[in-house]
């Protein structure tokens, strides 16, 4: 290859790099409000959940069968989701 043809690959790697590095961060950028809305929720549910359900009488976990109805109750919260 001579020395312009090397350039015009060069230059079109380049460009072609930086192109899929802007869809990149791009693609990036938009996905952080839905995590930062996920985290949210998740740490709200949590919240609720340790508030809401005592745990099983003699030891310090939680008594499963009243947590998974606690946990169904979260959906007859007026304005909960639930889609995380």
Do not use: E, F, K
Not at 2 to 27: E, M, V, Y
Not at 37 to 55: C, E, F, I, S
Not at 60 to 73: E, I, M, S
């Amino acid at each position: 290859m001579s020395g312009p043809t090397r350039l015009r690959l060069a230059g079109a790697l380049a460009a072609a790099a930086a192109g899929l590095a802007a869809l990149g961060a791009g693609h990036w950028a938009a996905q952080r409000p839905a995590r930062d809305w996920a985290t949210r929720t998740a740490q709200t549910a949590a919240a609720y959940l340790a508030l809401v359900t005592p745990t099983a009488p003699g030891t310090t976990g939680y008594d499963l069968a009243r947590l998974l109805v606690q946990a169904r109750g979260l959906a007859t919260l007026p304005g909960w989701t639930g889609a995380v």
